[in-house]
C-alpha cells in the first residue's frame, strides 16, 4: 500500500525486528521513559503473538528501502483496539508520516470489525496529542503507570460503508 510518493506502508516482517526496536527506543527517549519503565515492554520480543493476524498488525513504513516509520494495532476487548508504538525517525519527521501511519492503523481497525480505537501518550508528547486531537481523539483518562504520566486518548470508528 503506498501512501505517498516516499511513504510505502506494509506488514511488518522478521527481518524489521532490529530497526523495530531501534525506532522505538528512540521513541521511548524522545517521550523521557526509561527502557525499565516502558508501558508495553516485551511486545516487540514475539510480534507474531501481540499482533496477531487477524486482531492486529504491526506496520511499517518505508522511504527508499529504508524502514522509517512504524505502528502497531491490537485487541483490548471485542469491539475495542489500541494503537501503539507510532514511531517516526526524527530524519522523517514533519513530513506527514505519522499522520499516514495513524491512517493507516485505523483503517485495518475498521476492516477488522473495531467500533472503538483507543491509545496511550505522554502529556509531554504535544506534536502527538495535537496529531490525535486533529484527527478525532479526544482524551479519556490521565493514567498512572508506576510514576509515570499517560495520557489515554479514545475515537470511535465510522464502519466500513455497506
Same mark, same amino acid.
Given at each position: 500500500?503506498?501512501?505517498?510518493? =516516499?511513504?510505502?506502508?506494509?506488514?511488518?516482517?522478521?527481518?524489521?525486528?532490529?530497526?523495530?526496536?531501534?525506532?522505538?527506543?528512540?521513541?521511548?527517549?524522545?517521550? !523521557?521513559?526509561?527502557?525499565?519503565?516502558?508501558?508495553?515492554?516485551?511486545? @516487540?520480543?514475539?510480534?507474531?503473538?501481540?499482533?496477531?493476524?487477524? &486482531?492486529?498488525?504491526?506496520?511499517?513504513?518505508?522511504?527508499?528501502?529504508?524502514?522509517?516509520?512504524?505502528? !502497531?494495532?491490537?485487541?483490548?476487548?471485542?469491539?475495542?483496539?489500541? /494503537?501503539?508504538?507510532?514511531?517516526?525517525?526524527?530524519?522523517?519527521?514533519?513530513?506527514?508520516? !505519522?499522520?499516514?501511519?495513524?491512517?493507516? @492503523?485505523?483503517?485495518?481497525?475498521?476492516?477488522?470489525?473495531?467500533?472503538?480505537?483507543?491509545?496511550?501518550?505522554?502529556?509531554?508528547?504535544?506534536?502527538? /496529542?495535537?496529531?490525535?486531537?486533529?484527527? !478525532?481523539?479526544?482524551?479519556?483518562?490521565?493514567?498512572?503507570?508506576?510514576?509515570? =504520566?499517560?495520557? &489515554?486518548?479514545?475515537?470511535?470508528?465510522?464502519?466500513?460503508?455497506?
Amino acid at each position: 500500500m503506498t501512501v505517498s510518493p =516516499c511513504l510505502v506502508l506494509r506488514t511488518y516482517r522478521p527481518d524489521d525486528h532490529d530497526r523495530m526496536v531501534a525506532l522505538n527506543r528512540y521513541g521511548l527517549a524522545a517521550a !523521557g521513559v526509561p527502557l525499565d519503565q516502558d508501558v508495553y515492554a516485551g511486545d @516487540l520480543d514475539d510480534v507474531e503473538v501481540t499482533y496477531p493476524r487477524g &486482531r492486529g498488525v504491526l506496520l511499517v513504513g518505508e522511504v527508499d528501502g529504508e524502514v522509517v516509520a512504524m505502528g !502497531g494495532l491490537r485487541q483490548v476487548e471485542s469491539g475495542t483496539c489500541e /494503537i501503539l508504538r507510532v514511531r517516526v525517525d526524527p530524519e522523517h519527521q514533519g513530513r506527514g508520516y !505519522g499522520r499516514a501511519m495513524l491512517r493507516a @492503523l485505523e483503517d485495518h481497525a475498521v476492516r477488522l470489525g473495531y467500533s472503538q480505537v483507543t491509545l496511550l501518550t505522554g502529556p509531554d508528547q504535544h506534536p502527538a /496529542i495535537d496529531l490525535y486531537r486533529n484527527t !478525532g481523539y479526544h482524551e479519556i483518562a490521565v493514567e498512572d503507570h508506576g510514576g509515570l =504520566c499517560g495520557v &489515554r486518548l479514545a475515537k470511535a470508528l465510522a464502519p466500513l460503508p455497506g
